[in-house]
Nanobody
């Protein structure tokens, strides 16, 4: 019902920047929250940042002051601007959308992931 496609990952040196983009399609009218998660090898998936339709934002403590999440509701896109990247930011980054097609029904949707590698 909702499809998510990420782009913008790549290889950068420590201190560099990347901008991730996620395009949502399908039943986008039902999406409330969009966000970014990441998973490094051997580690649990963790929330990086998320943003509600009305603009409320959460950041992981590890990225506060360095990453900025934003969304364009009209274009059904969410972005993650990543500055001052560190090797520990290396992970596969996944776009997430939380949809509410019914008051009693919430659904999570995930993109395919995009690799971010930060070299020291």
């Amino acid at each position: 019902q909702v499809q998510l496609v990420e782009s913008g990952g790549g290889l950068v040196q420590a201190g560099g920047s990347l901008r991730l983009s996620c395009l949502a399609s399908g039943s986008t009218f039902s999406i409330n929250t969009m966000g970014w998660y990441r998973q490094a090898p051997g580690k649990q998936r963790e929330l990086v940042a998320d943003i509600t339709r009305d603009g409320s934002i959460n950041y992981a403590d590890s990225v506060k002051g360095r990453f900025t999440i934003s969304r364009d509701n009209a274009k059904n896109m969410v972005y993650l601007q990543m500055n001052s990247l560190k090797p520990e930011d290396t992970a596969v980054y996944y776009c997430n959308a939380k949809s509410r097609p019914l008051v009693t029904l919430w659904r999570d949707y995930w993109g395919q992931g995009t690799q971010v590698t930060v070299s020291s």
